[in-house]
Each structure stands twice: as C-alpha cells, then as structure tokens.
C-alpha cells in the first residue's frame, strides 16, 4: 500500500490479523501499518475520527491494544461497537426468501467485511463468490 503525503508518496506494509472475540462472539479485527524497514506508522489521526453504523458518537472504535496471539502492540476495531454494527447490518439483511436452515456464516462473513472495507480496502465481493 501507498501512503500519500502531498506530493510524497510511502510505501507501507499493512498486517491485518481477524482474531474471534469469544464474550462479544464476534471477529476482531487488528492491524498495524509498519515501513517497508518495520518501523511503524503514525496512524492516529487518520483512523481517529471512524465510525460504524449504530456506534454511539462519543464511543472509542479504534484503539492499540496487545495482540492476543502476538503479544505485540496492534490497532483493532472494539469488539463492542462492532457486535452493535453487525447487528444493526444484519437485521436489515434478511431477506424473506432465507430459511432457518440456511447457513449464516458466509453472509456473516461477508457483512463484516464489508464493515470493515474502508479502513482495510479489501473487496469482500472479490474474496466471495458463489
């Protein structure tokens, strides 16, 4: 990924990691923005001001905690706020012609990354296809 700074331009490596949020039964995403020599990426103020769909407008949704498998620094997006968005997402997705019997993993999936697709650019509809 490029990062641009007026008229410079940075290469950075992006490291996404989704990590299952067992008490908010959620994913998680964590992530963090390093140089192409790992030094990191002052990216506070650019991520500061995000907000999902439903989140209430004083409410954290991007903070550095430990990753819980690395054991190092990460951003990540609260569990939380995104319990919250999803439900919100989903509620509104549910179309009639769904069964009971139909499995919610896949649309789940797809649903949460479109959630995620501004902060991360990945093209859910290119990584899913039927």
């Not at 940075?10 to 964590?30: A, E, G, K, M």
């Not at 706020?81 to 179309?95: D, G, I, N, R, V």
Request: glycine content about 4%; proline content about 9%.
């Amino acid at each position: 990924m490029e990062l641009d700074h007026g008229k410079q331009t940075q290469t950075v490596i992006c490291d996404f990691h989704i990590v299952y949020h067992v008490i908010y039964q959620t994913p998680v995403l964590y992530f963090r923005v390093t140089r192409l020599d790992g030094t990191p990426v002052r990216i506070s103020a650019q991520i500061g001001g995000l907000r999902l769909p439903g989140s209430k407008a004083d409410s954290t949704f991007v903070s550095v905690e430990e990753h819980p498998v690395l054991g190092t620094p990460f951003w990540f997006l609260h569990p939380c706020e995104t319990s919250a968005a999803m439900e919100l997402l989903l509620h509104q997705q549910c179309p009639a012609s769904e069964t009971a019997s139909d499995p919610p993993y896949p649309k789940y999936l797809l649903a949460w990354l479109s959630l995620v697709q501004p902060l991360t650019r990945i093209n859910p509809l290119s990584i899913w296809r039927r």
